[in-house]
Nanobody, 125 residues
């Protein structure tokens, strides 16, 4: 079974940093791309980043471009989301999802096949 588990969330002050992890199992890691999504209270889910585990290429939402960086460890089957210069509006539950890697990059929720439970990130002073 495909399993995805996000972790690493917490409380951080504005301007601070956090690194989220998404541990994956139950599928051939190199064959899939991984998306990070977030959902703030009362708001729609937003796609944050897309990463190809096959070649490391990435794609980001404009709201996080230049501040967030996705990467992967293909030995450990883990995808990371390094979040810098965090803002209060980054507060949300962050989760990861996967889709076949040969498909084009996308930040659309419905384009992903498997989802994991999220981790809460709170940016507040």
């Amino acid at each position: 079974d495909v399993q995805l588990q996000a972790s690493g969330g917490g409380l951080v002050q504005p301007g601070g940093s956090l690194r989220l992890s998404c541990a994956a199992s139950g599928f051939t890691f190199d064959d899939y791309s991984i998306g990070w999504f977030r959902q703030a209270p009362g708001k729609e889910r937003e796609g944050v980043s897309w990463l190809s585990s096959r070649d490391g290429s990435t794609y980001y939402a404009d709201s996080v471009k230049g501040r967030f960086t996705a990467s992967s460890d293909n030995v450990k089957n883990v995808v990371y989301l390094q979040m810098n210069s965090l803002k209060p509006e980054d507060t949300a539950v962050y989760s990861c999802a996967v889709r076949p890697d040969l498909l084009p990059p996308t930040l659309l929720f419905d384009d992903y096949d498997y989802w994991g439970q999220g981790t809460l990130v709170t940016v507040s002073s």
